[in-house]
C-alpha cells in the first residue's frame, strides 16, 4: 500500500509531551517517518497505515489531537 | 498488596504529571493515583481483582512515558 504524509495537531506544551509523541509513534508498526513540530504544535507522519490508526495511537498520550489532512 | 510504585521517566513539567493522573486513573481498578515529578515516580492504588502492576506500568508506558517497576 502507499504512504500518505498525514499532519495532525497535538496539543503539546513541553518536551515531556513531544518525548512522549516520540515514543508512541517510534513503538507503532508501519509508521514509517515522522517529524514532530513542538512549537507549532503539529505532528507529520508518513505511513501507510489509515489517519484514524494514527490518531488513536497520538491519542494514548492523553494530550488532545485533531486530524488535520494529507500532505503531499 | 495494593499499592504499586512505578517509576516513571521522561516527565518535564506539571502537565506531564497531570495528563498521567488524568489518564490512568480512569482505567479500571485504579482507585487513587499520585504522580510526582521530583521522584519521577506514580503510587497508584489499585483493585487487585481488576488489575496488576504489570498492567498499570504498561498503562503509562503506551503513554509515551518509560515505566518500570520498582522492586
Ligand atoms: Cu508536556
Ligand atoms: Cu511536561
Not at chain 2, 502492576?53 to 503509562?60: E, R
Request: with cysteine; glycine share 8%.
Amino acid at each position: 500500500m502507499a504512504t500518505q504524509t498525514h499532519e495532525f495537531t497535538v496539543e503539546m506544551t513541553c518536551e515531556g509531551c513531544s518525548g512522549a509523541v516520540n515514543r508512541v509513534l517510534g513503538k507503532k508498526e508501519g509508521v514509517e517517518k515522522f517529524d514532530v513540530d513542538l512549537p507549532g504544535k503539529k505532528v507529520f507522519v508518513t505511513t501507510s497505515l489509515t489517519s484514524d490508526e494514527i490518531l488513536e495511537t497520538l491519542k494514548k498520550t492523553g494530550k488532545a489531537t485533531n486530524y488535520v489532512g494529507t500532505k503531499n | 498488596q495494593n499499592k504499586v510504585k512505578i517509576k516513571v521517566e521522561g516527565m518535564t513539567c506539571n502537565s506531564c504529571v497531570e495528563s498521567i493522573e488524568k489518564m490512568m486513573s480512569s482505567v479500571e481498578g485504579v482507585k487513587t493515583i499520585k504522580v510526582s515529578l521530583e521522584n519521577k515516580e506514580a503510587v497508584i492504588d489499585f483493585d487487585p481483582q481488576q488489575t496488576d502492576p504489570t498492567l498499570l506500568k504498561d498503562g503509562i508506558d503506551n503513554m509515551g512515558f518509560d515505566a518500570s517497576l520498582e522492586n
